[in-house]
């Protein structure tokens, strides 16, 4: 029958078929798992690039306020004109009339040269008030002992000179509040406040044996 005949190729062909799918394990690349794809590697991260030194900064040492240097005193010059004036003022008071004056006017002249060469010396101005004073011009020895006080309110030798001005002047309060500051301030020439003429009417005064006593500095008449 055509039907068995085609049957019987049809059966002929399904086994070669059998054949065939049972010997693919021969064919390259065919029956065996895929291999899985070669690991592909991580990015290597780049070497941590170390923080740049921080510049270096150069600090000034901190400014020290430092006193002032403490004044000098008067040149060798100014000290000889000093010197030249109390010599004139030793000669006048051994002297009289119109010596005595040339000499006293001899002094003022060398104070003067002085303070212009120095004008904050306060002794010079100090020092030419008390030889005003002995020419009684009171006016002119109150302007340089101003001064003086100015430039060096904690002398002694100033406040009792200011001290004789006053008393010579009749202003006993004044002169009492400056024999206390001069001796405040450490004057110490006690005879002179025992027998110089400029303070008579000071020593007048009740108040100043209780200044003197305050610093206890006693005097005996």
Known sequence: MHTTKNAS???????????LLSGCDKIPGLGKPAEAPAPVAAPVAPPPVADPAPATIAVAPPTVATSPAPAAGPSLEVQSHIKQAFAYISMAKNAQGSIREENIDNALKEFTVAIQKDPNYAEAYSNRAATYMQQKKFNKADDDLRRAKELSPDSPSVRYNYASLHSLKGNVDLALDEVDAALTKGFSDYDALRLDPDLNNVRKHPEFRKILEKHKVFIVK
């Open 9 to 19: 190729l049809w059966l002929s062909t399904l086994a070669s078929a059998v054949v």
